[in-house]
């Protein structure tokens, strides 16, 4: 049976990158994106270099819906064997960031619902799939351990998204659960954050890759890691 990484926010920055190593590797991909334009080209984008064999099934909506949550674990079921799900696709919640007594709630819990409930709820619509030795990566940032200055409604969701992940990692002993930090880069999330400033001295998403494809495809086991230092 077909091996089988689900991937989400993949039609762009770091989520595109890892998609288009995994497959060229030969991985069948299901994907997701809230914007069906972008995810059509970057289907076309990630088949034009997969390796033999390696199927590419693109679920265009939003990871917060349960509804698409239930036809990406369907995509995944009938394409092959779950080995890998990358819970990718996160929101910033405003732009520019406000300070946290200034964020409005509605947006907070936007933000809540996709950075953290979204994961967590994928991962447990894949869970009949994902057996021994499957690995849940959940993207995280350094915003989820330094208290900066304005980030306080994205840093704590990707704060209370790592603590998850070691919960879900002690209830499953059989799974590694990786939260990786994939370091400062120049994504699109990250110019939002800082509308005014040129961020084009930053690495692109690709710099992030190496250090994922190590913990993906090595046996670290679950825990908390920084993808660019694992390349150093």
């Keep these: 049976m ?36 972008l995810l059509a080209d970057a289907t076309d984008a990630i ?54 007594v200034d964020l409005d709630p509605a947006t907070y819990l936007r933000t809540l619902e996709v950075n953290l409930v979204a994961p967590m709820a994928l991962v447990a619509a894949l869970a009949d799939q994902l ?16 208290p900066y200055d304005h980030w306080g409604g994205y840093g704590s969701s990707k704060a209370a998204l790592d603590h998850a992940s070691m919960i879900l990692a002690a209830e499953h002993p059989t799974w590694r659960v990786l939260a990786v ?23 692109g998403p690709e710099a992030a890759v190496p250090g994922f494809r190590r913990l993906i495809d090595g046996s670290l086991p679950s825990g908390r890691y920084r993808a660019q230092e694992l390349v150093r």
């Design 2 to 37: 077909q091996r089988v990484a689900v991937i989400t926010g993949a039609s762009q920055g770091l989520g595109l990158e890892l998609a288009r190593s995994l497959a060229a590797d030969g991985w069948s991909l299901v994907i997701d994106a809230r914007r069906p334009e």
């Design 47 to 100: 088949e034009s270099t997969a390796g033999h064999g390696a199927k590419v099934v693109a679920v265009a909506g939003d990871v917060a819906d349960p509804d698409h949550r239930r036809a990406l674990a369907d995509a995944a079921r009938a394409t092959g064997t779950v080995r890998l799900v990358v819970n990718n696709a996160s929101t910033l919640g405003a732009s520019p960031l406000p300070a946290l």
């Design 131 to 146: 057996g021994d030795g499957a690995t849940v990566v959940n993207v995280s940032s350094d915003a989820a351990v330094e």
């Design 181 to 203: 930090d994939p370091g400062d880069l120049d994504t699109e999330l990250h110019r939002s954050a800082f509308p005014d400033e040129d961020l084009s001295d930053l690495p």
